[in-house]
């Protein structure tokens, strides 16, 4: 029976994770920012990305795992009931926190389903012109390049090279 606190039987006998918090830390090179949840949703993650979980329990609590598919990590005691564990997510899966006890005190472990995608490679592609040029003597004026760019997350820059020759190479 839960008591008035929620918690089940005596304030005393009881183990409850009463907060976790997922933050997910993208690589840097993607400019994307850093994204926390909580509740029980999934996780959407960049490949690559750390993903931090803090957890909160009360009552005697002998410490918690983190479990990401098939690696299982002792999370470290932050002090008055918290832990924090990380992983770096390079495929989907799901994470486990588990808080350790006594037998058969221990809550149940809290899982998370985590969907990593990966970054598509940029893609540019010169509009104009449509072929190499051969120039003949220097032009008068600026030659024109048109080009179109695009990525999945962003650009950031995008850089011409060209190669410039004379005579038969």
């Known amino acids: 029976q839960l008591n008035s606190n929620g918690v089940v039987g005596g ?3 009881a183990i409850l994770v009463d907060e976790m918090r997922v933050r997910v830390v993208p690589p840097a090179y993607s400019g994307l920012s850093v994204e926390e949840i909580s509740g029980d949703v999934p996780v959407r993650a960049l490949a690559g990305s750390q993903i931090e979980v803090v957890l909160h329990a009360t009552g005697a609590v002998e ?3 983190l479990s990401f598919n098939g690696s299982v990590n002792s999370m470290r005691a932050l002090g008055s009931g918290r832990f924090s564990g990380t992983f770096m997510a390079q495929s989907s899966g799901a994470f486990e926190a588990r808080v350790l006890a006594d037998e058969g005190r221990a809550p149940a472990p809290i899982v998370r389903a985590i969907e990593v995608y990966n970054d598509v490679s940029p893609e540019a592609r010169i ?7 051969l ?5 008068n004026e600026p030659t024109r390049v048109r080009w179109t760019a695009r990525d999945d997350l962003g650009l950031a820059s995008i850089t011409l090279k060209y190669i410039k020759s004379r005579g038969l190479g």
């Open 135 to 139: 120039l003949r003597a220097v032009p």
């Open 127 to 133: 509009v104009e012109p449509q072929s190499d040029q």
């Open 11 to 13: 304030t005393d006998a």
């Open 63 to 65: 410490g918690a795992n």
